[in-house]
């Protein structure tokens, strides 16, 4: 059903086009007869020889056979970076020193081809500090160089023989050149930390259809179901850096919590935030290509997690990277997480006794959210929505199940929802950004704990999720189940937490829920709030108005959310990111352009000051108008 031709061409142009950028490219490499198999770094071991304040470390570029699957499933040849006389190694070794100690390298090109490797990011960091930030290696040759390690911070090096110009131009045996420096502050103790490398590898063969045949992404050079599991304990600090050396925008999302962002940086800058900072809380990370981050996490309640990227393209599952093998219809009888979901994913077991404070006792309020098929309905491309019921009351009434009824919520107040699945194949809703219990999570066959998994729900059949919201926020409810198909379909909506429902106003309260058109046809637009051409929005002169703007596009990670006045950006307040509301001295104003990435949720308060004709705009990152509601000031 899933797998027809033209939702396969739809996922495979998604992917390629908008995410990719993919450019047909014929390639240069010859597969040996022996290749030299490839290890998995999991980056936990910082590589060279440090003596005297002086690490010497010996790189080898070298081609060899990376399995980013099973080891025993087939693999791919491509270039990796390796130690003298070691394995070479995706991702490449792992730099890890202390601020302002000598690095003394060795860069050889052994890659077995005539291209010269431009090799980037061995340099010091700091103002002024690098004069050259490029070595460049000829066949068989061996270059030297020295420099120290400056400003403390996440960074990276790189390299490419000279038709790869740039980081994000890599394709095919070039992708994974790449590895990790982290410079550590002079005199402070080595802290317990995961270096995680995202990477793209995309076949440089196009078929028929001048699309990319096979795909990984990966981090620390493996794809989902084969990523590393992460363990802890309630309790434990988390902290990672995560870099993303690839060419695509992975906008990064924790499910069940909170996590601190501590740096922003790329290649050659990282911005560490003071300690003393406001906090910068979110469940997505928006990380493009070239830009690193790094966060500090505490789980307080047990289970099972999943820290990926939300670009659901992304996540699709893998196709065999044997030649000729052909996609795989989705698994609906087997699990979902392990059989249906690929690329950038990673799963963290959390043991221990939960600290979070108890729930409060009373009566759950009760809700039921049914899963429909909605008119318009095709197996090739399917029309679902959601309504919304509690006690005699239903939303939508009638019509069109687009947008997803939107769910409010009230701050501290037990609830059940009942999910109903009315559709013709199993479903699960995700509560995206909502702290609770990791079985009622929604990621089904993983979510849970060991002896109580959270099960895909089953035609005619249901799962009741129970939670308390903590705080209140703007949030999320989709499915996790086949998510492109099923969220494309029109399986999502926003999910409001208010104070007190009884005084919600959705007349000044504005949802802005951005999702993927179900018709193909449609790819050059996005939905807003269920339509293509929203109608006029009537605001009040000197009235405040709170724009609840949700992204849940399935492959547009880079648009750009606006309220203008003809070409002119107007102006806005930021009141929250993610459903935490920001601190006094991030909640400013500023223009009114907002870049999103696929499952972010941003609060802005907008008072519009004089009457006249105004319009809320959508663009692609690059300023492609994708869709415009008008706005009639009175």
């Not at 006389?85 to 060795?106: M, N, S």
């Not at 009760?366 to 491309?381: F, I, N, P, Q, W």
């Not at 990435?597 to 959508?618: C, R, S």
């Amino acid at each position: 059903m899933s797998n027809s031709p033209l939702i396969l061409r739809s996922r495979l142009s998604t992917l390629a086009i908008v995410s990719l950028g993919l450019v047909a490219r014929p390639s240069s490499f010859t597969r040996p007869w022996a290749p030299e198999q490839v290890s998995i770094n999991d980056n936990r071991k910082a590589a060279g020889t440090l003596k005297d304040g002086v690490l010497t470390i010996r790189l080898e570029a070298r081609a060899g056979e990376w399995h980013p699957d099973r080891d025993t499933d087939p693999g791919v040849i491509v270039y990796a970076f390796g130690e003298q006389g070691k394995p070479p190694q995706v991702p490449g070794p792992l730099i890890r020193v202390k601020e302002g100690t000598e690095i003394h390298a060795f860069i050889r090109n052994a890659l077995g081809v005539d291209s010269t490797l431009t090799v980037h990011g061995l340099y010091e960091r700091g103002a002024g500090r690098a004069t050259s930030d490029t070595i460049q290696v000829k066949p068989n040759e061996t270059r030297e160089v020295r420099f120290t390690a400056g400003v403390p911070g996440t960074y990276y090096y790189w390299a490419a023989p000279n038709e790869d110009s740039s980081l994000v131009r890599r394709r095919g045996p070039s992708t994974q050149l790449s590895g990790a420096i982290v410079v550590e502050p002079r005199g402070a103790p080595s802290r317990s930390e995961r270096v995680i490398v995202m990477s793209l590898w995309a076949d440089s063969a196009l078929p028929q259809a001048g699309l990319p045949r096979r795909v990984r992404i990966v981090m620390n050079g493996k794809a989902w179901p084969h990523t590393e599991r992460l363990s802890y304990v309630v309790g434990d600090t988390v902290r990672m850096r995560v870099i993303n050396a690839g060419a695509a925008v992975h906008p990064m999302h924790l499910h069940g919590f909170y996590f601190k962002v501590d740096s922003r940086g790329n290649e050659r800058v990282d911005t560490v935030f003071s300690a003393t900072a406001s906090p910068r809380l979110v469940v997505t990370e928006r990380l493009t290509p070239g830009r690193s981050f790094s966060l500090t996490w505490v789980p307080t309640r047990p289970g099972n997690w999943v820290f990926h990227c939300h670009d659901n393209v992304h996540i699709t599952p893998n196709r065999p990277l044997s030649d000729g093998a052909s996609v795989a219809p989705p698994n609906h009888n087997g699990n979902h997480a392990l059989e249906m979901m690929g690329g950038p994913v990673m799963g963290v077991h959390v043991t221990g006794r939960s600290i979070d404070p108890a729930e409060p006792s009373g009566a759950r309020r009760k809700l039921r959210l049914v899963a429909r098929v909605d008119s318009g309905h095709s197996e090739t491309e399917p029309a679902y929505g959601y309504t919304l019921h509690e006690g005699s009351v239903s939303t939508p009434t009638a019509g069109s199940y687009l947008p997803g009824p939107t769910i409010v919520l009230k701050r501290g107040q037990p609830v059940s929802i009942t999910v109903v699945n009315e559709i013709s194949e199993p479903t699960a809703v995700h509560w995206h950004g909502i702290e609770l219990e990791s079985y009622f999570d929604g990621v089904a066959g993983f979510s849970g704990a060991p002896g109580k998994i959270s099960p895909p729900i089953a035609p005619r059949d249901s799962f009741e999720a129970r939670f308390t919201p903590p705080r209140s926020g703007t949030f999320i409810y989709h499915t996790h189940v086949d998510e492109v198909r099923q969220q494309r379909a029109g399986l999502a909506g926003a999910l409001v937490v208010v104070d007190d429902p009884a005084t919600h106003d959705a007349a000044t309260d504005l949802v802005m829920l951005v999702t993927t058109p179900r018709r193909v046809a449609q790819n050059n637009v996005v939905f807003l709030n269920g339509t293509a051409t929203p109608g006029p929005l009537e605001m009040r002169v000197g009235t405040r108005y709170r724009l609840r703007w949700i992204n849940v596009h399935t492959f547009r990670p880079s648009m750009i959310m606006k309220i203008m006045r003809d070409s002119t950006v107007l102006t806005w307040r930021a009141l929250a990111k993610d459903g935490m509301p920001l601190p006094s001295d991030l909640a400013v104003v500023r223009p009114s352009a907002q870049q999103m990435g696929n499952g972010e949720t941003y609060d802005f308060e907008f008072t519009p000051t004089d009457a006249g004709n105004l319009h809320i705009d959508v663009t692609a990152g690059n300023g492609v108008l994708l869709v415009r509601r008008p706005v009639i000031v009175r």
